[in-house]
């Protein structure tokens, strides 16, 4: 969808103190170095389009800054190309999967994985109406079951399959959006015929993914119903996904409720566990440094892959890597150029640089702030005797505080205290440029260590700032 260019906001400051008396329950968060939870794997580091359709031997955005940050999954289908898909015929059909194609094999160069949209190459993309043909609609299936095996068919044609995620439908929750006018009795018919026909005609290193459902994922709306007829109807994906769009903040529809209510839905409605994804999260106004690191940091905790949504629109939806990149013909002014190169990073580029290229060793456990509005994601590095940690808000501002626990001893005697270096990354505008020395200290500070045990305190003055923390022994 368009938006309007998101304001710029101040500078937040942050103060530490290097000693408090006692934690703050409901505005403290915990992290856990006793408890460690494998290597990282940069969960959060995934998008939806924003790649330019270029041949593989283009870079159109520098190869650099997707490898520099530690891109892992793309997710596309074609979406706002010229034509309508196939629902438009064969030719518009051939002009998305070649879109699909190209994502696709550069975000293989990245040894990532890509969600292949069915429902972009089908025409649903946001542009087409009521009046465009649906699968199943009076009851026909034919040109959908055609569809299918042509998709299926290029796939194992172009040698797509490695790394390869199927979508069967996107937002099919959403009847004026990707859905248009159709029931939801109409989609799981869909859902079932599209599993059906495309397992047996792709190799098994394919997954299946779904239901992609834009709606809070809880025990209502359409989740019963999908859950019920996946069981019954013997088509569980290889991997659920949903989104994580439009919530108040807090607690609610974030990726930590979300992902302990499929937990427990999957249990309630008899389904096995299996690998899941977000595929698509923060919307416009949440595309921040501060909202990422909230974001990232449930992400890690339960282990759910997560893309970030893209809410551009034409050939603008194919570039700016979900807005993590700007340039200077950017939609905040001037005439967009879909080819035009002079990228530059964002705040939040930075913030994810930091989360692949610091946030190295193993993840140790964390706790979210019980007033559910400020999270932490940490590792430590035994090699580098370092702990790295982000940390942000989900909208709000205010005091809070990062309790470390059972921290590493260093040295024969092991350390009494620590270092703690924590630098700021600022929002400035939508895609608006920061350079990396815009990334400053606003701490540093010796803390010492009681018990295993040291409390940092941030003052959060603006959400949009995303935090870093080093820690070392002091």
């Known amino acids: 969808m368009r938006f309007h260019t998101l304001t710029s906001l101040a500078v937040c400051a942050l103060a530490s103190i290097s000693s408090v008396s006692a934690a703050v329950d409901n505005a403290t968060a915990v992290v856990d170095f006793s408890v460690t939870r494998g290597t990282p794997q940069q969960y959060g580091s995934g998008v939806l389009y924003g790649i330019p359709d270029t041949s593989i031997d283009t870079w159109q955005i520098p190869k650099t800054f997707y490898t520099e940050i530690g891109i892992n999954h793309g997710r596309g289908g074609g979406s706002q190309v010229a034509g ?61 079951d055609a569809f299918l095996v042509r998709v ?38 869909t859902w079932g015929w599209a599993y059906h026909r495309l397992r047996p005609l792709l190799p098994k290193e394919v997954l299946i993914s779904g239901p992609a459902f834009a709606t809070e994922l809880q025990d209502g709306g359409p989740w019963p119903q999908w859950f019920e007829y996946a069981k019954t109807n013997g088509s569980i994906p290889d991997m659920y996904t949903w989104h994580v769009l439009f919530q108040p903040g807090g607690t609610g529809n974030d990726v930590q409720w979300s992902r302990s209510q499929l937990d427990g839905l999957l249990d309630k409605y008899g389904l096995p566990k299996k690998p899941a994804s977000v595929n698509e999260y923060a919307i416009p106004e949440t595309q921040n440094p501060g909202y990422s690191a909230y974001t990232i940091s449930a992400l890690e905790r339960y282990d759910t892959w997560g893309l970030r949504a893209n809410w551009a629109m034409g050939g603008a939806l194919h570039d700016y890597l979900a807005s993590l990149v700007g340039k200077p013909d950017n939609t905040n002014g001037g005439v967009y150029d879909p080819s035009s190169g002079g990228y530059w990073a964002t705040g939040e580029w930075h913030l994810y640089k930091y989360y692949y290229q610091a946030q190295t060793g193993v993840r140790v456990a964390s706790t979210r702030s019980t007033d559910g509005y400020f999270d932490v994601f940490s590792t430590w590095n035994s090699k580098k005797g370092k702990g790295a940690l982000i940390a942000g808000t989900n909208g ?66 603006n959400a949009t700032i995303g935090y870093s923390l080093d820690i070392y022994p002091a």
């Open 84 to 144: 309508k898909g196939w629902m438009g015929g064969e030719a518009d059909y051939e002009a998305r999967i070649e879109s699909a194609y190209q994502n696709y094999l550069h975000v293989r160069a990245l040894g990532g994985r890509f969600f292949l949209l069915n429902s972009a190459l089908w025409g649903a993309d946001g542009l087409q109406t009521a009046s465009d043909p649906f699968p199943g609609d009076n009851g026909d299936w034919a040109s959908y």
């Open 152 to 189: 299926a068919a290029d796939i194992n044609r172009l040698g797509m399959t490695e790394g390869l995620i199927v979508e069967l439908w996107n937002e099919a929750d959403y009847n004026a959006g990707f859905w248009t006018g159709r029931t939801l009795d109409q989609f799981m018919d």
């Open 396 to 461: 709000k501002t205010g005091t809070y505080q990062i309790q470390l626990k059972s921290l590493p001893k260093v040295g024969k005697k092991g350390s009494t205290a620590v270092r703690v270096v924590t630098k700021a990354y600022p929002w400035i505008g939508f895609r608006e440029k920061v350079d990396a020395d815009e990334i400053v200290v606003v701490a540093d500070k010796v803390y010492t260590v009681t018990n295993g045990e040291a409390l940092v305190q941030l003052v959060v003055t």
